[in-house]
């Protein structure tokens, strides 16, 4: 990675195995993974750990990640990539105007994933031109 410091993603989603399939895929790509497999857990890790990026399902039981993505919005900048199974043009629009950084579709494979969050990373640490 650029400055050689791995990046914190936090991934937010219930189904376990999907978590530990996506970290099993992004360690080995320089990235430090931890996961929470509910909406209040994952705002909570947000604050505490203070990720580089956030990978956030949509559709999860209690606190869905709409619900989420408003809470993490109402402290941090941080990118946010909802990564869902559902692939309606009109729920990605929503996401992206409620200030979704990325909207991508499971199953992705995992060097895909890997460059999108390089390029999110990247950009959220470069200085606006008037900084």
């Known amino acids: 990675m650029q400055n050689g410091k791995p990046k914190k993603v936090l991934i937010i989603d219930d189904d376990l195995a999907l978590c530990e399939s996506l970290k099993l895929m992004l360690e080995p790509k320089d990235f430090i993974v931890t996961s929470a497999t509910s909406g209040a857990e994952g705002i909570r890790l947000c604050q505490e750990w203070q990720p580089d990026i956030v990978v956030l399902d949509l559709l999860m039981p209690g606190m869905d990640g709409w619900e989420v993505a408003s809470r993490i919005r109402s ?57």
């Open 75 to 131: 402290f941090s900048d941080v990118p946010i990539i909802v990564l869902s199974a559902v692939s309606k043009p009109e729920l990605v629009a929503k996401a992206l105007d409620q200030g979704i950084d990325e909207y991508l579709v499971k199953p992705i494979p995992g060097t895909v994933l890997a460059a999108h969050l390089k390029r999110l990373t990247r950009r959220a640490q470069t200085p606006s031109p008037n900084e």
